[in-house]
């Protein structure tokens, strides 16, 4: 069975015809977001399925869509997202586009993309953290998507690895993970040294004493969340994706050595730590996958 899984962005719209046993990719299509110009990227959103649709032929469709933000109960909608994308909040996509699509918070997607052909297949218990601009996060719980009441689960960004820490999140968590390395604070906690996470990543590769602290201390407050978390959850794997996974081994290195200090092994057992195998098109192929495995 073919379905459609199409990931609204802040600059990009990505659409994808997949597979849905294999998760392989039969057709994609890009286009800008055009966030603010008048609501035209619903228009654009219309046209990506339009073109997945004509790719698709006779086949029987399902369609998943992938946006930023938290959907309703009946998973139809974007409930709530202040700020971003005019419009989103409520508006209900099956009417729109007519036929049934099933809504997702993308970074849920994205971890439904790494436990149907990822990094995390054949799992039953995973969690999954995007490091990015922010963090976001997803649980899969006995092998489903655990969205929790109001469909704020997952949020794992937003959780408080520094309560002495008066600097407040969006969701008025202090001292949040989020704050703690997401690349939109890296300004900040560099003394206004270093603009990107990958400036601050070379420099610590060049042994920058400043660069040194600042980013050992960002992965040290990674590792004790995910050890924290792993009490808390007892997963059998850790996906990390997102931008920040360009640190490669200047990230890996660290993180695992932090590990070997704050997570509880009990009888040997370790939480495997693994690198997202999609990158880009994560939330369209996971919205996809979502809806692929479900019955309307």
Request: proline share 4%; charged share 15%; with cysteine.
């Amino acid at each position: 069975m073919n379905a459609i899984g199409i990931d609204i962005g802040g600059t990009r719209i990505k659409g994808v015809l997949i597979e849905t046993e294999t998760g392989a990719v039969l057709h994609r299509v890009v286009c800008s977001t055009n966030d603010g110009e008048g609501g035209q990227w619903k228009q654009a959103v219309a046209d990506t399925f339009q073109q997945l649709k004509t790719a698709a032929g006779e086949s029987v469709l399902r369609v998943g869509l992938s946006a930023p933000g938290l959907p309703t109960p009946a998973n139809d909608a974007i409930a709530c997202m202040p700020g971003r994308l005019p419009g989103l909040e409520g508006f209900v996509w099956s009417d729109f586009l007519g036929t049934p699509v099933r809504v997702l918070n993308d970074a849920h997607a994205a971890l439904m993309a790494e436990a149907r052909y990822g990094a995390a297949k054949d799992i039953r218990n995973a969690l999954m953290l995007t490091l990015g601009t922010g963090v976001g996060g997803g649980l899969l719980i006995d092998g489903n998507l655990y969205q929790g009441y109001y469909q704020m689960a997952g949020h794992l960004g937003h959780v408080t690895v520094d309560a002495g820490n008066n600097q407040l999140g969006i969701t008025n968590m202090p001292g949040n993970l989020e704050d703690a390395i997401g690349n939109a604070t890296v300004v900040r906690r560099s003394y206004g040294r270093y603009q990107t996470t990958q400036e601050l990543v070379d420099a610590y590769r060049k042994n920058e004493p400043l660069a040194t602290l600042v980013w050992l201390t960002s992965v040290r407050q990674l590792a004790v969340t995910i050890a924290g978390f792993a009490n808390a959850f007892s997963p059998e794997v850790v996906v990390l994706g997102g931008g920040i996974m360009q640190a490669g081994d200047a990230l890996f290195g660290p993180l695992e050595a932090y590990l070997e200090v704050f997570e509880w092994r009990p009888a040997g057992k370790k939480t495997a730590i693994r690198k997202a195998h999609f990158e880009d098109w994560a939330g369209a192929i996971g919205a996809a996958g979502f809806v692929g495995n479900e019955m309307y």
